[in-house]
């Protein structure tokens, strides 16, 4: 994650909406959701399911197209995938099978005809940042769901973006590990200063991750709130217990419910 | 163990070739359909040459329609399966090519290209091609998109999704394509060769059979079992460089 610790808008959300199909048919899963993002933020968007905030995030991340409104990142529109500036994570690692992990990590520069030896020069050093550097010749199905995960923020990293786009990246894995692979996370974030912005529908995961947090409705998909959480950093995971936290996992329950009644 | 197992195997061979021999000497078994190993000895002797030289024919034959129907029905594949339109399009046109007895088109075939070497191979190369084709395509359609969202995060572009991620993706679905279009190849390039050519080891093993040269008839079928088997190794060779690994892993 280069470029750290300036403090100006990185991302720029306006106005944006989504709707599937057209007619009497159509599906709104988003409608005028705006925002903008601070360099360096660590940003959650937490709501229940169909609240669109996984297409929210692959609307940033270029993937999917807003069907109304603009995102702009580094005050560029984005009009499809921007690899060198955004780097995209997902609930699954979606590692290719016949790679190792350094492979994996290597394969975005691979796309981009990097050399080999500059490749593995990258590669190494990341998986050594996420903890993997004993299992970098291991196959992906020699590793836990939860080394999948830390190879493919490896691989993210490797292509230095500086905006991180998390989908729900740890939802697939057990209680203990997520809460593990959270804090590691934060010290990833804390050390190369990039900007997070990070899908779940864990609230606790979402407070504890986030300095904003927005939180989304349903029918049709939009933000509802968009809480600062006031706790100080680094986090630990004590924090989750303290009273505040508690307070703010009991403001935003009562905001997603009181939407869904 | 192994040479254990080598060394019973080679008694089990030459027990059947006595055995055959045998009861050929005894009369059991006609001449004219049934071989014998001496006959197959003797007609080796005799036109062997002959029949070596139809081999490189036919290898010959088959490598090259091997190598065109597995290189356009692989990339057609994985191209149709990208490409939801075309898949739609192609999946019941492919299909019925199969079912097709493709073996009507050989006269037109030899009008247009001759009794020679070209005809045989663009027959196997149609023999083969479609199944290829198929389970390609069906291979590619069956891969979670997600491979591909993430690879188009990455910057890939469409052909790099296409094969760099999707079509090493397919591997498996591929080689049993492979499997079945291989055998389709080899049939179709020998029977051409019999129905019409020059040259080849079907030309040799219908022509001795119309003078009833049955020894000669036996050495080209073991000619032409020799090339399956050669066929055979070079797709064990593709999946044992490929094969590897490729397993979905996708779900923690």
């Known amino acids: 994650m280069a470029g750290a610790g300036g403090s100006g808008e990185i991302i720029a959300v306006e106005g944006v909406g989504k709707t ?59 009009t499809g995938p921007s690899p060198g500036k955004v780097g995209v994570m997902f609930q699954d690692a979606w590692l290719l099978p016949w790679k190792t992990a350094v492979e994996n990590v290597e394969f975005p520069l691979a796309l981009r005809r990097v050399a080999a030896a500059e490749r593995r020069k990258r590669a190494l050093p990341l998986l050594d940042l996420v903890g993997l550097s004993s299992f970098a010749h291991r196959y992906p199905d020699e590793l836990s769901g939860g080394m999948r995960q830390r190879v493919a923020i490896a691989r993210c990293l490797v292509q230095e973006p500086r905006v991180l786009l998390m989908d729900e990246p740890f939802a697939a894995l057990d209680e203990q590990t997520r809460t593990r692979m959270g804090s590691e996370l934060l010290q990833i974030w804390e050390t190369s200063g990039g900007t997070v912005v ?5 609230l606790t995961e979402a407070i ?54 | 163990m192994t040479a254990r197992r080598q060394l019973l195997r080679l008694a089990a061979l030459v027990l059947f070739l006595a055995v055959w021999e045998a009861t050929f000497r005894l009369g059991l078994l006609s001449p004219i359909v049934f071989g014998s190993p001496s006959l197959i000895a003797n007609a080796a002797a005799k036109d062997g040459w002959d029949f070596l030289l139809a081999f490189r024919v036919t290898v010959f034959e088959i490598a090259m329609a091997i190598l065109i129907a597995w290189s356009l029905g692989i990339a057609f594949g994985v191209v149709a399966g990208s490409l939801p339109v075309l898949a739609r399009i192609s999946a019941p046109v492919l299909s ?23 005809s045989k191979i663009v027959f196997g190369v149609v023999s083969g091609i479609f199944p290829i ?55 179709g390039v020998v029977l051409s060769e019999m129905l019409g050519s020059t040259d080849g080891i079907g030309f040799w093993i219908s022509y001795h059979r119309a003078l009833f040269n049955t020894g000669q008839v036996y050495l080209g079928i073991l000619l032409a079992l020799l090339v399956a088997g050669l066929a055979n190794a070079a797709l064990s060779l593709v999946e044992r460089l490929y094969g590897r690994r490729t397993v979905d892993q996708s779900v923690p």
């Not at chain 1, 940033?60 to 560029?76: K, Y």
């Not at chain 1, 990070?198 to 864990?202: D, E, I, R, Y």
């Not at chain 2, 090519?97 to 070209?118: F, Q």
């Open chain 1, 20 to 78: 599937y199909g057209s007619g009497e048919q159509a599906l709104t899963a988003l409608i005028d959701v705006s925002f903008a993002v601070r360099e360096g933020q660590f940003i959650t968007l937490v709501g229940p399911s169909g609240c669109g905030k996984s297409t929210l995030l692959q609307i940033l991340a270029g993937l999917v197209p807003a069907s109304t409104g603009r995102v702009l990142i580094d005050g560029l529109q984005v």
């Open chain 1, 198 to 202: 990070f899908v779940t529908h864990g």
């Open chain 1, 208 to 261: 504890y991750l986030a300095d904003t947090v927005f939180v989304m409705g349903t029918r049709p998909g939009r933000i509802i709130a968009r809480i600062t959480v006031p706790l100080p950093r680094p986090r630990t995971i004590d924090m989750i217990g303290s009273e505040a936290f508690g307070r703010l996992r009991n403001e935003i329950w009562h905001l997603i419910a009181e939407v869904r009644a």
């Open chain 2, 96 to 118: 019925a090519l199969i079912a097709v007895p493709l073996v009507v088109l050989y006269p037109v075939l030899i009008a247009w290209l001759g009794l020679g070497p070209a």
């Open chain 2, 133 to 187: 084709a198929l389970n390609t395509m069906v291979g590619v359609q069956g891969i979670d998109r997600g491979y591909a969202t993430m690879a188009a995060a990455m910057g890939a572009s469409r052909r790099q999704i296409m094969f760099q991620v999707m079509a090493p993706l397919a591997i498996p679905a591929i080689i049993s394509g492979l499997r079945l279009g291989t055998a389709l190849i080899v049939i």
